[in-house]
């Protein structure tokens, strides 16, 4: 399994990116995937899922400003990302986890066996 993200930068309060993560080696439409993020000195957080019969979850500080969402002939995950907020500056992580045909998709750290390196976010007030 291997998970690759792209898409991380610098931008000002306010601006957007879109974070994606190709992914291989596994059967993707059938895998619940997320994003989790982690700042300096605080704990990794699950920010989005969607599990594979589309159906998200968000965490509250992104609900309506985030969008998880998968392209499953690409094998690609995304998370568009708007009215960023310097409080999103963290190291973004795209995770999957093959829940066997459950549709149970948590945004929870100990629910996700594979993960990417990671991809740096900055927001700028």
């Given at each position: 399994?291997?998970?690759?993200?792209?898409g991380?930068g610098?931008?000002?309060?306010?601006?957007?990116l879109?974070?994606?993560?190709?992914?291989s080696?596994?059967?993707?439409s059938?895998?619940?995937?997320?994003?989790?993020?982690?700042?300096?000195?605080?704990?990794?957080?699950?920010?989005?899922?969607?599990?594979?019969?589309?159906?998200?979850?968000?965490?509250?500080?992104v609900?309506?400003?985030?969008?998880?969402?998968k392209?499953?002939a690409?094998?690609?995950?995304?998370?568009?990302?708007?009215?960023?907020?310097?409080?999103?500056?963290a190291?973004?992580?795209?995770a999957?986890?093959?829940k066997?045909?459950?549709?149970?998709?948590?945004?929870?750290r100990?629910?996700?066996?594979?993960?990417?390196?990671?991809?740096?976010?900055?927001?700028?007030?």
């Amino acid at each position: 399994v291997q998970l690759v993200e792209s898409g991380g930068g610098s931008v000002q309060a306010g601006g957007s990116l879109r974070l994606s993560c190709a992914a291989s080696g596994f059967t993707y439409s059938r895998y619940c995937m997320g994003w989790f993020r982690q700042a300096p000195g605080k704990e990794r957080e699950g920010i989005a899922t969607i599990n594979h019969h589309g159906s998200t979850r968000y965490r509250d500080s992104v609900q309506g400003r985030f969008t998880i969402s998968k392209d499953n002939a690409k094998n690609t995950l995304y998370l568009q990302m708007n009215r960023l907020k310097p409080e999103d500056t963290a190291m973004y992580y795209c995770a999957a986890d093959d829940k066997g045909g459950s549709l149970y998709c948590p945004p929870s750290r100990s629910d996700f066996g594979y993960w990417g390196q990671g991809t740096q976010v900055t927001v700028s007030s």
